[in-house]
Nanobody, 118 residues
Framework: QVQLVESGGGLVQAGGSLRLSCAAS????????MGWYRQAPGNQRELVAI???????NYADSVKGRFTISRDNAKNTVYLQMNSLKPEDTAVYYC????????????WGQGTQVTVSS
């Protein structure tokens, strides 16, 4: 089976920065997409950023210019550098990956809390 393990969440002040990481392990033939979603209390889970194997990226409009997603294919790891954080960025952030074993499967991490204080 495949596991996604997130790290790097925490509490920061508005305007500060955090760097999230997510490492995939297990029976992996190839990782296609890796990304981050977030869910705040009372809200639906929303896409934050996603990156494909060719390093093409897509960002939510609310984070463009502030967040940067990247990946290290040798380490099966995706990163989310979050700068100029705002209180509205407060949410549980979930790592996502589309991974090929015999075929493509969706995998999710357990989530890491990001809290931005004002």
């Amino acid at each position: 089976q495949v596991q996604l393990v997130e790290s790097g969440g925490g509490l920061v002040q508005a305007g500060g920065s955090l760097r999230l990481s997510c490492a995939a392990s297990g029976n992996i033939f190839s990782i296609l997409n890796m990304g981050w979603y977030r869910q705040a209390p009372g809200n639906q889970r929303e896409l934050v950023a996603i990156i494909n194997r060719g390093d093409t990226t897509n960002y939510a409009d609310s984070v463009k210019g502030r967040f940067t997603i990247s990946r290290d294919n040798a380490k099966n790891t995706v990163y989310l550098q979050m700068n100029s954080l705002k209180p509205e960025d407060t949410a549980v952030y979930y790592c996502y990956s589309l991974i090929i074993r015999d075929r493509a499967y969706d995998y999710w991490g357990q989530g890491t809390q990001v809290t931005v204080s004002s």
